[in-house]
């Protein structure tokens, strides 16, 4: 493995009922609060009143910043700026999945810096500062809520970009799997598209010499695959959903399960070039490309996939020759997708060619893309058409 | 799983050189430094030049406390906190393995109370506030560079006790795999089986639905199993011993391998009232006392036990009951610790029936010890027949 270092402060409250620790998580970091959530199923689940009469009760001031989308957009980060300025806000409380609360570690940073916080996106200022971040997670998928990751769309330019910083982690999350029951089934499924593919974009990797990352990379897709469709068929499975959420934050908690290995994330590149135009749901685009990705890359270290199919997917070798056992690993993965209802070709979204080279062009903008294989612009358009 | 909240701020720098970053990581913290370390093996291996090299470069000035025991001592302890008030120490810099860390969280912890530090460990008073603490790890064993425990024996009093506390994670500690290679046999032994002492203490639970955290410790488990021979034929083979300093930090970082299940602790507790006594290797005590713990407790969950069996030590069922497929798994325990080259009796340091009620009783002194079965003072001295 390689050198690296790691630190993840973030406090997690796990559990049915955490959200009733709100008011003391939030009390030693001041009394403005700026509550950012999306298109409103919190008011519906009862979650917002709960979260208010929390706030209530140590004498909050809540300043509201609501309807952020789910690619969320740089023209909500900017509003939830200019409150963070105007209001000054002391913490951002994101209410919601991954979205939610990747808006918020945008206005986070953007609130303490002077210039358009869009640069952070475009790599052209490093975050040195940022509000306090805490969130209370709705859906299990992107990891969030304990990291220090944001992807923000800029729908002027047509961009779909991400950041990464010590300075955003939230400081506490309160995870209770009890507020994804009400999750929508097709919600249910990017979410765990979402989760295996942040598994992939670290298991998939050249580093040699990481066993104990290759066992807790595994560890965690084998329990996904185990509760997905048991959290799809009893929605209110508390046991699957509680498994779920764990996944998901251990997936990409920092790097955790990774620590010292070289990671991919072409998939993530690419698919950001596809929502950024067609503004689709980031799990269903991985859905369709990663199933690609790998059949477009596995020759480069066969025994990884091979490793793949026999681990996580308990394939038996038999006579198979390594090829035959790798394909038989994707297969199974596309095979699972299709199971949960996941899409699996760009047409089920009446995406065609026409933009092919520009969102093959975007996705190396800053060098080729990915580690596992280097991708050039070609490589990215054969990806993109074999997922046609 | 049940609710829980977790939380672990220790920066880990991890990898080859690694030393040569402890000048900016300390420098944030102060100029008075308390150097903690054990019995002069720092000083042969030329570590010690490197530290005060690195602490000369910011002008730091350096206290130092020696001779740290490897089962600690309260003498040492105190003699650190009056070093600590009298010298007015900002960090305290732990360079060694558990106990030295160990040693140097109880001063964190003593130096800034006003009563005597035993307290916390006899929980007649709670942790508040501790100087800040850093380590650079010479050992793979006890987790102690990324958690919050702390073991120290008390010689006059023939007890051994522990205390855990938010405040006393080290903020940084550093993990250079090659600062292992030094290690004698045996103490890498000992290290061996207090990594998978840690992680049987998390692993064999009564809480349901935790299939993720198990899997955690098995990844762990596997890991160690794979490596440790490794380590031991060749104790200059970086991967091997990497991998070791890996899986000893994870096995025991915070709980983050189970997180949401009950711990037992048991078999720590009755070695604990061993080496209080008898001033074994920890490490040692353990692999004296797990395997006759499980035999003794095993038919009370036994699919934990056969679980055990197949997915760490790869045993096939075949025809075997519950019973002898659990028995097995045991037994594959027990051979793994002898081939090592672990003890596996107490009669091995000459410890006969003399002090078993002692131990016994001063075992179950805070009430029944342990969780997967709760053992009275009779299960105690049961379980120590079985290890004569």
Chains 1, 2 share one sequence.
Request: glycine share 8%.
């Amino acid at each position: 493995m390689n050198s690296f270092s790691f630190q993840n402060q973030t406090n997690i409250v796990f559990g049915q009922g955490t959200v009733n620790q709100l008011a003391s998580l939030v009390a030693p970091y001041g009394k403005t609060i700026l509550l950012v959530y999306g298109g409103g199923s919190i008011k519906r689940s009862g979650l917002y009143d709960e979260v208010l009469a929390q706030l209530k009760s140590i004498d909050a001031k809540v300043v509201e910043l609501s309807g952020v989308e789910p690619n969320p957009r740089l023209t909500s980060v900017n509003k939830g700026i200019e409150l963070c300025r105007s209001e000054k806000v002391d913490l951002i409380l994101a209410v919601g999945g991954g979205s939610v609360i990747d808006a918020a570690k945008a206005i986070a940073a953007g609130a303490l810096y002077d210039g358009d916080v869009w640069d952070f996106l475009m790599h052209k200022a490093q975050i040195k500062d940022a509000l306090p971040i805490g969130t209370i997670l709705t859906l299990s998928a992107t990891g969030s809520e304990m990291n220090g990751n944001a992807v923000i769309s800029n729908w002027e330019t047509k961009q779909k970009r991400a950041f990464g910083s010590q300075h955003v982690y939230p400081r506490f999350s309160i995870l209770d799997p009890t507020l994804t029951y009400s999750v929508p089934r097709d919600q249910t499924v990017n979410g765990v598209v979402d989760i295996m593919s942040h598994v992939f974009e670290q298991y998939f990797t050249l580093t040699e010499n990481a066993p104990l990352q290759e066992r807790l990379c595994e560890s965690v897709l084998l329990t996904v695959i185990e509760n997905a469709e048991k959290a799809l068929e009893n929605p209110n499975d508390y046991d699957a959903r509680a498994n779920l959420m764990l996944c998901g934050t251990m997936a990409l908690n920092g790097g955790l399960i990774s620590v010292g290995t070289q990671n991919d994330w072409a998939s993530h590149g690419i698919e950001h070039e596809v929502s950024a135009i067609y503004d689709i749901p980031h799990g269903s685009g991985l859905s369709i490309l990663f199933p690609n990705w790998m059949k477009y890359v596995y020759k480069e270290r066969i025994d990884r996939f091979t490793q793949f199919a026999e681990r996580v997917w308990g394939i038996e070798r038999g006579s198979k020759s390594d090829d035959e056992l790798a394909l038989a690993g994707i297969e199974a993965t596309r095979e699972f997708f299709n199971r949960i209802g996941a899409p699996a070709t760009l047409a089920h979204y009446n995406i065609g060619r026409d933009n092919l080279d520009v969102m093959a062009r975007e996705a190396v903008l800053f060098g080729p893309l990915g580690n596992f294989k280097k991708l050039q612009q070609e490589d990215v358009k054969q990806i993109l058409e074999l997922a046609l």
